[in-house]
């Protein structure tokens, strides 16, 4: 694939800008290195303590392990031992001995997700590449659940969630989960080898991209029961959920168009087909999201979700949807190399530090109201550095190999 190149006036071809991004990066991590706990790492509050009841879990203890990872291949000391914790966390207090696969927290509570177990495959692969102990065999048990228990040929996707026992399975299926079984996907074709990964990947962005997304105008649709019919009206009591909110989701939007790009260069990198549409699809869903989402209230700033008529449904502004434009528009800034979207990446990085980033602090307020003053009604606290770390970083690489393949390439 034949990139365009990009003007010099482009942030992507500065120099200061890069390094702006790099000197982020190693302040995000520095405020999450206070995560740890003897059993994995947990969420930080705002000021970034840990508080009173902190437990670890697996949602911070698999991103953590990523970020770090991801740290440790770029040469930054100093994280070695965190990747090597988050793998004693996951092979031990967090991985249930007995049914296998891993459970939410270190309380050993929850069901089994598929989103979930799609972070404990890309930990493993990205502490594999920056080459810890233990990593190889994390890895392996990873793969091993995935493909034993949420992967459905059939389908061609990923199964939601199971009970403690596997015998159960939740009538569910979600776009969420199978967005990070592709990231995850990503990574582990590029460590194994294998580009059956990657065919995976294609199958689950037909199904949730170009059937059902472009079918709603490039907006993704999020919910669905287990015979992959759409539930528009999923959550309509909860619409402010943090991982399942009703209505339409313009982060994931953002996040599917970038990854749509990296699975089309992953694809042309291992020698396989990469259809047209990936391309067109990641160009429909970020004009769709950034018309819709952005000042949709008539405030500057990206809301977290909308009703099916493009209508603000939950106004607050979250770090992550912020992150994932920012990401989105820097994949397809690179991809194409068109004006639009370096009119975008600026001004989603100026929205970003005007707001989000907080030099007082430390890391990026994880949620702003309506009037993008600091909140905390969806997320409390300061708990995830993977969004705003993969955002510094990703603007930086190419779009293949995956994040940390990538890193070590360098």
Not at 216 to 225: K, L
Not at 346 to 363: K, V
Not at 394 to 402: F, T
């Amino acid at each position: 694939m034949n990139l365009p190149e990009l003007p010099a006036t482009s942030w992507l071809s500065k120099a200061r800008h890069r390094a702006w991004l790099d000197a982020e990066g190693q302040r995000l991590l520095a405020f999450a290195r206070a995560a740890r706990v003897e059993q994995g790492f947990a969420a930080l509050d705002e000021r970034g303590n840990l508080p009173a009841d902190a437990c670890a879990e697996l949602i911070h203890t698999t991103r953590m392990t990523h970020c770090f990872a991801l740290a440790h291949i770029q040469g930054l000391p100093g994280h070695a031992h965190l990747v090597d914790h988050g793998i004693a966390a996951l092979c031990g207090a967090l991985r249930d001995e007995v049914h296998g696969g891993w459970f939410a927290d270190a309380r050993r509570s929850g069901d089994k997700s598929a989103y979930l177990h799609a972070f404990v495959a890309l930990a493993a692969s990205s502490a594999r590449v920056a080459q810890r102990p233990g990593a190889e065999a994390l890895l392996a048990e990873a793969i091993a659940v995935l493909e034993g228990h949420f992967w459905s040929e059939e389908e061609g996707t990923l199964r939601e969630s199971f009970s403690r026992n596997w015998t159960q399975e939740e009538a569910y299926r979600g776009a969420n989960s199978n967005m990070h079984g592709v990231e995850a996907f990503l990574a582990l074709a590029d460590v194994t080898g294998d580009a059956l990964w990657l065919q995976r990947a294609l199958r689950i962005a037909e199904r949730l991209i170009h059937a059902h997304a472009v079918a709603s105008g490039h907006v993704v649709v999020e919910h669905f029961d287990r015979h992959w019919q759409p539930l528009p009206e999923y959550n309509a009591d909860n619409r402010a959920d943090p991982f399942r909110p009703y209505g339409s989701t313009p982060g994931h939007s953002f996040e599917w168009a970038r990854l749509l790009l990296h699975l089309e260069a992953a694809l042309l990198r291992a020698g396989l087909v990469a259809p047209d549409w990936l391309l067109t699809d990641a160009r429909g869903l970020f004009a769709s999201a950034s018309r819709a989402a952005w000042q949709a209230d008539g405030t500057p700033g990206l809301v977290y979700s909308l009703d099916w008529q493009a209508r603000p449904v939950v106004r607050a502004r979250l770090h992550w949807v912020q992150a994932e434009a920012i990401a989105a528009a820097a994949a397809l800034l690179r991809r194409t190399g068109e004006a639009d979207y370096e009119r975008w990446y600026r001004q989603f990085w100026e929205f970003a530090a005007r707001h989000f980033i907080d030099l007082q602090g430390g890391s990026w307020h994880h949620e702003l109201d309506s009037d993008n003053r600091p909140a905390g009604s969806i997320w409390a606290g300061k708990p995830d550095l993977y969004h705003a770390y993969q955002a510094v970083l990703l603007p930086n690489l190419s779009l293949a190999p995956s994040l940390a393949s990538a890193l070590a390439a360098l």
